[in-house]
Protein backbone atom coordinates (compact mmCIF):
# COMPACT_ATOMS: atom_id res chain seq x y z
CA UNK A 1 0.00 0.00 0.00
CA UNK A 2 3.00 2.08 0.98
CA UNK A 3 4.39 1.55 -2.39
CA UNK A 4 1.33 2.40 -4.54
CA UNK A 5 0.59 5.45 -2.51
CA UNK A 6 4.26 6.78 -2.67
CA UNK A 7 4.16 6.30 -6.65
CA UNK A 8 0.57 8.10 -7.02
CA UNK A 9 1.81 10.93 -5.23
CA UNK A 10 4.78 11.41 -7.04
CA UNK A 11 2.96 10.89 -10.22
CA UNK A 12 0.55 14.09 -9.33
CA UNK A 13 3.65 16.00 -8.77
CA UNK A 14 5.15 14.83 -11.73
CA UNK A 15 1.66 16.20 -13.92
CA UNK A 16 1.88 19.56 -11.72
CA UNK A 17 5.40 19.79 -12.86
CA UNK A 18 4.74 19.21 -16.89
CA UNK A 19 2.03 21.86 -16.25
CA UNK A 20 4.25 24.59 -15.33
CA UNK A 21 6.81 23.08 -17.45
CA UNK A 22 4.62 24.00 -20.61
CA UNK A 23 4.05 27.38 -18.53
CA UNK A 24 7.94 28.28 -18.23
CA UNK A 25 8.09 27.29 -21.70
CA UNK A 26 5.57 29.72 -23.06
CA UNK A 27 6.95 32.25 -20.83
CA UNK A 28 10.60 31.80 -22.03
CA UNK A 29 9.51 31.69 -25.53
CA UNK A 30 8.17 34.67 -25.53
CA UNK A 31 10.42 36.80 -23.52
CA UNK A 32 13.09 35.29 -26.19
CA UNK A 33 10.47 36.81 -28.84
CA UNK A 34 10.67 39.64 -27.03
CA UNK A 35 6.69 39.36 -25.80
CA UNK A 36 5.05 38.46 -22.66
CA UNK A 37 3.42 34.82 -22.89
CA UNK A 38 1.14 33.85 -20.90
CA UNK A 39 0.04 36.58 -17.93
CA UNK A 40 -3.69 36.83 -17.73
CA UNK A 41 -5.14 34.06 -16.40
CA UNK A 42 -5.21 34.19 -12.49
CA UNK A 43 -1.89 35.90 -10.89
CA UNK A 44 0.84 36.42 -13.72
CA UNK A 45 -0.89 33.54 -15.99
CA UNK A 46 0.09 30.83 -13.14
CA UNK A 47 -3.14 29.13 -13.88
CA UNK A 48 -3.11 28.75 -17.27
CA UNK A 49 -1.70 25.27 -17.56
CA UNK A 50 -5.04 23.90 -16.30
CA UNK A 51 -7.23 26.13 -17.77
CA UNK A 52 -6.07 24.78 -20.97
CA UNK A 53 -5.66 21.31 -19.49
CA UNK A 54 -9.54 21.93 -18.94
CA UNK A 55 -9.88 23.22 -22.39
CA UNK A 56 -8.19 20.53 -24.40
CA UNK A 57 -10.04 17.56 -22.55
CA UNK A 58 -13.30 18.87 -22.78
CA UNK A 59 -13.66 19.58 -26.54
CA UNK A 60 -14.96 17.26 -28.66
CA UNK A 61 -12.98 14.22 -29.82
CA UNK A 62 -13.23 13.74 -33.77
CA UNK A 63 -12.23 10.25 -35.31
CA UNK A 64 -10.99 10.36 -38.68
CA UNK A 65 -13.65 8.38 -40.81
CA UNK A 66 -10.99 5.52 -42.27
CA UNK A 67 -8.68 5.49 -39.29
CA UNK A 68 -7.94 2.24 -37.59
CA UNK A 69 -10.19 3.17 -34.53
CA UNK A 70 -8.85 0.94 -31.77
CA UNK A 71 -5.24 1.82 -32.41
CA UNK A 72 -5.91 5.34 -33.29
CA UNK A 73 -7.29 5.69 -29.57
CA UNK A 74 -5.59 3.63 -27.74
CA UNK A 75 -2.51 5.00 -28.98
CA UNK A 76 -1.72 8.44 -26.69
CA UNK A 77 -3.22 6.80 -23.99
CA UNK A 78 -0.18 4.12 -24.04
CA UNK A 79 2.06 7.05 -24.70
CA UNK A 80 0.97 8.88 -21.61
CA UNK A 81 1.25 5.31 -19.30
CA UNK A 82 4.98 4.81 -20.79
CA UNK A 83 6.28 8.38 -20.04
CA UNK A 84 4.52 7.94 -16.53
CA UNK A 85 5.91 4.77 -16.11
CA UNK A 86 9.38 6.20 -16.33
CA UNK A 87 9.67 7.58 -13.81
CA UNK A 88 9.14 4.59 -11.47
CA UNK A 89 13.03 4.12 -11.49
CA UNK A 90 13.06 7.32 -9.91
CA UNK A 91 14.88 6.15 -6.29
CA UNK A 92 13.27 7.66 -3.15
CA UNK A 93 14.40 8.19 0.04
CA UNK A 94 11.62 6.25 1.27
CA UNK A 95 9.80 3.08 0.22
CA UNK A 96 9.50 3.07 -3.15
CA UNK A 97 10.36 0.45 -6.12
CA UNK A 98 14.00 1.53 -5.94
CA UNK A 99 15.08 -1.81 -8.09
CA UNK A 100 18.81 -2.67 -8.80
CA UNK A 101 18.57 -2.84 -12.58
CA UNK A 102 16.81 0.52 -12.73
CA UNK A 103 18.95 1.57 -15.76
CA UNK A 104 17.23 -1.29 -17.62
CA UNK A 105 14.16 -0.68 -17.11
CA UNK A 106 14.78 3.00 -17.97
CA UNK A 107 15.98 1.65 -21.31
CA UNK A 108 13.28 -0.92 -22.24
CA UNK A 109 10.06 1.33 -21.04
CA UNK A 110 11.94 4.17 -23.31
CA UNK A 111 12.44 2.09 -26.11
CA UNK A 112 9.02 1.21 -26.25
CA UNK A 113 7.38 4.38 -26.80
CA UNK A 114 8.90 4.53 -30.29
CA UNK A 115 5.93 2.17 -31.03
CA UNK A 116 3.16 4.55 -29.56
CA UNK A 117 4.23 6.93 -31.71
CA UNK A 118 4.36 4.22 -34.93
CA UNK A 119 0.70 3.18 -34.52
CA UNK A 120 -0.48 6.81 -33.66
CA UNK A 121 1.03 7.38 -36.80
CA UNK A 122 -0.17 4.50 -39.20
CA UNK A 123 -3.64 4.22 -37.64
CA UNK A 124 -4.57 8.39 -38.53
CA UNK A 125 -4.64 6.98 -42.07
CA UNK A 126 -3.25 9.67 -42.99
CA UNK A 127 -0.45 10.53 -45.43
CA UNK A 128 1.24 13.59 -43.30
CA UNK A 129 1.18 11.54 -40.03
CA UNK A 130 2.51 8.38 -41.22
CA UNK A 131 5.43 10.30 -42.95
CA UNK A 132 5.93 12.23 -39.21
CA UNK A 133 5.58 8.87 -37.38
CA UNK A 134 8.45 7.11 -39.94
CA UNK A 135 11.09 9.99 -39.17
CA UNK A 136 10.35 10.07 -35.50
CA UNK A 137 10.82 5.71 -35.86
CA UNK A 138 14.13 6.25 -37.86
CA UNK A 139 14.99 9.05 -35.51
CA UNK A 140 14.46 7.69 -31.99
CA UNK A 141 15.95 4.01 -32.77
CA UNK A 142 19.30 5.90 -34.49
CA UNK A 143 19.90 7.94 -31.58
CA UNK A 144 19.00 5.42 -29.08
CA UNK A 145 21.83 3.31 -30.07
CA UNK A 146 24.25 6.16 -29.40
CA UNK A 147 22.05 6.80 -26.18
CA UNK A 148 23.08 3.72 -25.16
CA UNK A 149 26.71 3.48 -25.76
CA UNK A 150 27.13 6.73 -23.66
CA UNK A 151 25.20 5.28 -21.32
CA UNK A 152 27.49 2.32 -20.92
CA UNK A 153 30.33 4.43 -20.30
CA UNK A 154 28.96 5.97 -17.24
CA UNK A 155 28.07 2.46 -16.45
CA UNK A 156 31.72 1.09 -16.58
CA UNK A 157 32.28 3.54 -14.19
CA UNK A 158 30.28 2.72 -11.50
CA UNK A 159 29.77 -1.16 -12.58
CA UNK A 160 26.17 -0.76 -11.65
CA UNK A 161 22.43 -0.69 -12.96
CA UNK A 162 21.49 1.54 -10.12
CA UNK A 163 20.66 4.63 -10.37
CA UNK A 164 21.25 5.55 -6.86
CA UNK A 165 24.95 4.47 -7.18
CA UNK A 166 25.91 7.15 -8.98
CA UNK A 167 25.14 9.60 -6.30
CA UNK A 168 27.84 7.62 -5.00
CA UNK A 169 30.40 7.97 -7.07
CA UNK A 170 29.93 11.43 -8.04
CA UNK A 171 30.34 12.75 -4.02
CA UNK A 172 33.69 14.63 -4.64
CA UNK A 173 33.31 15.08 -8.56
CA UNK A 174 30.56 15.17 -10.95
CA UNK A 175 30.78 13.17 -14.09
CA UNK A 176 31.07 15.86 -16.11
CA UNK A 177 33.95 17.56 -15.57
CA UNK A 178 35.14 13.96 -15.77
CA UNK A 179 33.36 13.00 -19.31
CA UNK A 180 32.61 16.51 -20.75
CA UNK A 181 32.43 15.52 -24.28
CA UNK A 182 30.22 12.45 -23.56
CA UNK A 183 28.05 14.84 -21.11
CA UNK A 184 27.23 16.95 -24.40
CA UNK A 185 26.92 14.04 -26.76
CA UNK A 186 24.17 12.82 -23.96
CA UNK A 187 22.70 16.23 -24.09
CA UNK A 188 22.17 16.09 -27.82
CA UNK A 189 21.05 12.64 -28.26
CA UNK A 190 18.28 13.13 -25.37
CA UNK A 191 16.94 16.26 -27.67
CA UNK A 192 16.79 13.84 -30.57
CA UNK A 193 15.25 11.09 -28.53
CA UNK A 194 12.66 13.66 -27.13
CA UNK A 195 12.02 14.59 -30.68
CA UNK A 196 12.33 18.45 -29.55
CA UNK A 197 14.01 20.95 -31.73
CA UNK A 198 16.13 21.44 -33.63
CA UNK A 199 15.71 17.72 -33.89
CA UNK A 200 11.61 17.97 -34.29
CA UNK A 201 10.87 16.23 -37.44
CA UNK A 202 8.09 13.81 -35.91
CA UNK A 203 6.16 17.24 -36.07
CA UNK A 204 7.87 19.23 -39.21
CA UNK A 205 4.96 21.85 -39.07
CA UNK A 206 6.67 24.04 -42.50
CA UNK A 207 6.85 19.94 -44.15
CA UNK A 208 3.73 18.13 -42.47
CA UNK A 209 1.21 20.09 -40.61
CA UNK A 210 1.64 19.02 -37.02
CA UNK A 211 3.38 15.47 -38.00
CA UNK A 212 2.23 12.32 -36.43
CA UNK A 213 -0.25 14.15 -34.35
CA UNK A 214 -1.63 16.19 -36.93
CA UNK A 215 -5.58 14.09 -36.69
CA UNK A 216 -5.71 14.12 -33.02
CA UNK A 217 -7.73 16.30 -31.02
CA UNK A 218 -8.87 17.61 -27.60
CA UNK A 219 -8.18 14.30 -25.19
CA UNK A 220 -5.66 12.36 -27.46
CA UNK A 221 -3.41 15.34 -28.35
CA UNK A 222 -3.35 16.61 -24.94
CA UNK A 223 -2.19 13.34 -23.88
CA UNK A 224 0.54 13.29 -26.75
CA UNK A 225 1.49 16.46 -25.32
CA UNK A 226 1.67 15.22 -21.97
CA UNK A 227 3.85 12.07 -22.71
CA UNK A 228 6.44 14.58 -24.55
CA UNK A 229 6.68 16.90 -21.51
CA UNK A 230 7.07 13.81 -19.40
CA UNK A 231 9.50 12.42 -21.32
CA UNK A 232 11.97 16.39 -21.01
CA UNK A 233 11.38 16.35 -17.46
CA UNK A 234 12.62 12.98 -16.92
CA UNK A 235 15.52 12.73 -19.40
CA UNK A 236 16.63 16.49 -17.77
CA UNK A 237 16.21 14.20 -14.59
CA UNK A 238 18.48 11.54 -15.59
CA UNK A 239 20.96 14.36 -17.45
CA UNK A 240 21.40 15.78 -13.55
CA UNK A 241 21.84 12.38 -12.13
CA UNK A 242 24.26 11.26 -14.70
CA UNK A 243 26.55 13.94 -14.46
CA UNK A 244 25.59 16.78 -12.44
CA UNK A 245 26.09 14.90 -9.03
CA UNK A 246 23.10 13.06 -8.30
CA UNK A 247 22.25 13.98 -4.77
CA UNK A 248 18.50 13.39 -4.73
CA UNK A 249 17.99 14.87 -1.30
CA UNK A 250 19.65 18.17 -1.90
CA UNK A 251 17.67 21.24 -3.12
CA UNK A 252 20.34 22.24 -5.60
CA UNK A 253 19.57 18.80 -7.75
CA UNK A 254 16.13 20.47 -8.40
CA UNK A 255 17.46 23.57 -8.94
CA UNK A 256 20.08 21.39 -11.66
CA UNK A 257 16.67 20.16 -12.61
CA UNK A 258 14.93 23.30 -13.71
CA UNK A 259 18.05 24.81 -15.17
CA UNK A 260 18.38 21.69 -17.38
CA UNK A 261 14.72 21.55 -18.98
CA UNK A 262 15.20 25.22 -19.33
CA UNK A 263 18.30 24.42 -21.54
CA UNK A 264 15.69 22.37 -23.08
CA UNK A 265 13.50 25.27 -23.66
CA UNK A 266 16.37 27.25 -24.87
CA UNK A 267 17.73 25.19 -28.00
CA UNK A 268 14.09 25.62 -28.98
CA UNK A 269 13.94 29.29 -28.92
CA UNK A 270 17.34 29.43 -30.56
CA UNK A 271 17.89 26.68 -33.18
CA UNK A 272 16.58 26.08 -36.56
CA UNK A 273 15.50 22.66 -37.54
CA UNK A 274 18.60 20.04 -39.18
CA UNK A 275 18.76 18.91 -42.04
CA UNK A 276 17.22 15.06 -41.91
CA UNK A 277 20.52 13.80 -43.50
CA UNK A 278 22.60 15.45 -41.66
CA UNK A 279 20.59 14.53 -38.11
CA UNK A 280 21.58 10.83 -39.69
CA UNK A 281 25.13 11.41 -40.48
CA UNK A 282 25.36 12.74 -36.91
CA UNK A 283 24.67 9.46 -35.39
CA UNK A 284 25.65 7.31 -37.18
CA UNK A 285 28.84 8.56 -38.38
CA UNK A 286 29.85 11.68 -35.26
CA UNK A 287 28.68 9.76 -32.18
CA UNK A 288 28.75 6.27 -32.90
CA UNK A 289 32.32 5.96 -33.60
CA UNK A 290 33.04 8.86 -30.82
CA UNK A 291 31.11 6.70 -28.17
CA UNK A 292 32.58 3.03 -29.22
CA UNK A 293 35.97 4.46 -28.68
CA UNK A 294 35.01 5.79 -25.49
CA UNK A 295 33.35 2.88 -24.26
CA UNK A 296 36.58 0.67 -24.44
CA UNK A 297 38.71 3.83 -23.91
CA UNK A 298 36.70 3.75 -19.96
CA UNK A 299 36.49 -0.48 -20.32
CA UNK A 300 40.34 -0.63 -20.51
CA UNK A 301 40.80 2.21 -17.97
CA UNK A 302 37.96 0.10 -15.08
CA UNK A 303 40.09 -3.30 -16.37
CA UNK A 304 43.58 -1.39 -15.71
CA UNK A 305 42.56 -0.30 -12.38
CA UNK A 306 40.94 -3.88 -11.36
CA UNK A 307 44.49 -5.77 -12.42
CA UNK A 308 46.61 -2.93 -10.54
CA UNK A 309 44.15 -3.78 -6.98
CA UNK A 310 44.72 -7.36 -7.72
Known sequence: MLIIFSSVIMLICVLVGIAYLTLLERKVLGYIQIRKGPNKVGFLGLVQPFSDAIKLFSKEQTFPLMSNFNLYYLSPVMNLFL???????????????????????????????????????????????????????????????????????????????????????????????????????????????????????????????????????????AMIFLAEYGNILFMSMMCCFLFLGSNLFSFMFFIKLTFVSFFWIWVRGTLPRFRYDKLMYLAWKS???????????????????????I
Do not use: H
Open 83 to 221: ALLLWMCIPFFTINLNFSLSFLFFLSISSLSVYTIMLAGWSSNSNYSLLGSLRSVAQTISYEVSLILILMSFLFLILSLNIIDLMVYQEYIWFFFMLFPLCLMWLVSSLAETNRTPFDFAEGESELVSGFNVEYSSGGF
Open 287 to 309: YLPVALNYLLFFYSLKLSIFILF
